[in-house]
């Protein structure tokens, strides 16, 4: 695509949410950019650990939870139609989660949550020590019980953002590389290259970005870069099919053979750098459910900025004429990629605004 080409829509930003929202309004037939300064999932999309849950997170209980139940259903539709059309495995597929307790007040705290989980219909069961030690016999003995939830599915992020950048140049999309710059003038995005690409409609997808001054003319968005790091372990076996989880360390088998253990939540600006003390803390979390760990080589450690707002739920919706902004959603972007899109492409194709108030742009502007 030349500078001075004229798609119908420009959209900034080549992870999950920029690259399902492209996908999505190319399908429906209109001229779509991507534009990525760096490259389609290089930073949190690809790094992520692409878990599909309802039964915890920002406005869960509360706002969020409908939409999340139906974000999951939205993979459960479009992960297999988009590995069609990609010939890209997403990995999408039931994750079978435990979360486990070393003593009462850790348990009582999972039981908190028992009630709401039932009314939202999100099936778990009770595990008692004897049953979680069947289920993953390498786990510490000092559990003293947990649940094992029924709901939770999960993706390959990178591969998943992978397959919608590709699927979306197969329906005629173009992605093209460069830093964008300037929004300040209707209709016009401006690349530091000096080029300028003009699009009745643009999307900023930018993620923690977007809450920078670093575009000229965007909206301030109340929007943070939260840092996470992530562990990837080599580990003979086919122990840890599930997903254990002890408040904040987890473990998992990835269907690659990989042991992956996490996670952070840092606020340290956009430093991506991984960290040794973060290293050392999630190598002792792991360690606390599985001392067998010990013996395990660590084949890669990754950091990624996850794009956060202030209330913790995504900002989504038209902010002026032809100005739409979808962003902010933290831990959960993979989970709500397909959501955002819809809802991003009913106001452009249709001209209807289907946001809930608890993630509509407006609840800031």
């Given at each position: 695509m030349s500078a001075s080409s004229t798609p119908d829509v420009a959209i900034i930003g080549g992870g999950v949410v920029g690259c399902a929202?492209?996908?999505r309004l190319a399908k429906s037939g209109l001229s779509v950019v991507l534009i990525e300064r760096d490259g389609i999932a290089s930073h949190a999309s690809g790094n992520a650990y692409g878990g599909l849950y309802a039964t915890f997170g920002p406005g869960m209980p509360g706002p969020a939870l409908d939409v999340a139940k139906r974000s999951i259903e939205l993979h459960k539709t479009f992960d297999p139609q988009i590995e069609s059309e990609s010939d890209i495995a997403t990995e999408f597929r039931p994750s079978r989660s435990i979360d486990v307790a070393f003593n009462e007040s850790e348990l009582n705290e999972i039981n908190e949550n028992v009630g709401w989980w039932e009314s939202a219909q999100l099936p778990f069961e009770h595990l008692t020590p004897e049953s979680i030690l069947e289920l993953e016999p390498n786990l510490t003995p000092n559990i003293v019980g947990g649940v094992?939830?029924?709901?939770?599915?999960?993706?390959?992020?990178?591969?998943?953002?992978?397959?919608?950048?590709?699927?979306?140049?197969?329906?005629?999309?173009?992605i093209r590389s460069g830093n964008v710059i300037s929004l300040a003038q209707p209709g016009e995005i401006t690349l530091a290259s000096g080029a300028s690409i003009s699009a009745p409609v643009r999307i900023v997808c930018s993620g923690p970005w977007a809450g920078t001054d670093e575009i000229a003319g965007m909206p301030e968005l109340p929007i943070r870069?939260?840092?996470?790091?992530?562990?990837?372990?080599?580990?003979p076996g086919d122990d840890f099919s599930h997903r254990v989880v002890a408040g904040r360390?987890?473990?998992?088998?990835?269907?690659d053979g990989l042991v992956w253990i996490g996670t952070t939540d840092e606020e340290a600006g956009f430093?991506?750098?991984?960290?040794?003390?973060?290293?050392?803390?999630?190598?002792?979390?792991?360690?606390?459910?599985?001392?067998?760990?010990e013996t395990a080589s660590i084949v890669q450690h990754t950091a990624c900025l996850r794009p956060t707002s202030s209330d913790g739920l995504p900002i989504v919706g038209q902010v002026d004429d032809g100005l739409y902004v979808a962003n902010g959603a933290g831990s959960k972007?993979?989970?709500?990629?397909?959501?955002i899109a819809g809802w991003i492409a009913d106001s452009v194709l249709e001209g209807s605004d289907s946001v809930p108030p608890e993630f509509a742009v407006s609840r800031f502007l």
């Open positions: 929202i492209a996908y094992r939830h029924l709901s939770h599915y999960e993706v390959d992020s990178y591969k998943l953002t992978l397959a919608l950048a590709t699927a979306f140049e197969r329906h005629g999309g173009t870069p939260v840092k996470g790091e992530i562990i990837r372990l080599a580990f360390p987890y473990i998992a088998r990835k269907p430093d991506e750098t991984a960290s040794a003390s973060a290293r050392d803390s999630i190598l002792a979390g792991a360690l606390s459910l599985a001392p067998v760990l972007g993979i989970l709500y990629s397909h959501v």
